[in-house]
């Protein structure tokens, strides 16, 4: 199983982009969802993070206040809404889902699964 992210594109700095991930309702059931992010030659970054029973939300420092995750009320799709985009969140964007019985928050990519081949996000000056 493998979670498709899509919407990414080339955009100019503050400008805004929102990238989707849908999948079946029985994939995410009951699992809180995330996006990373991975720039050229650098790890895996947390971005965001939404839970499943509350859908609280976390967010990494460096996004926080310029993008938003959400998903919708059949919890099967989750956005996120990037404003005010800067250079340096060019990357490729992948979205993921928690393992079973990792406690929330967590913004460790192993305690994630099905990881696919994500949507390139490129942020120009």
């Known amino acids: 199983v493998q979670l498709q992210a899509s919407g990414g594109g080339l955009v100019q700095a503050g400008g805004s982009l929102r990238l989707s991930c849908a999948a079946s309702?029985?994939?995410?059931?009951?699992?809180?969802m995330a996006w990373f992010r991975q720039a050229p030659g650098k790890e895996h970054e947390f971005v965001a993070t939404i839970s499943w029973s509350d859908e609280n939300t976390d967010y990494a420092d460096s996004v926080k206040d310029r993008f938003s995750i959400s998903r919708t009320d059949a919890k099967n799709t989750v956005y996120l809404q990037m404003n005010n985009l800067k250079p340096e969140d060019t990357a490729v964007y992948y979205c993921?889902?928690?393992?079973?019985?990792?406690?929330?928050?967590?913004?460790?990519?192993?305690?994630?699964?099905?990881w696919g081949q994500g949507t390139l996000v490129t942020v120009s000056s």
């Open positions: 993921v889902a928690q393992k079973t019985g990792v406690i929330w928050p967590s913004r460790l990519p192993f305690d994630y699964i099905y």
């Open positions: 309702a029985r994939t995410v059931s009951n699992r809180a």
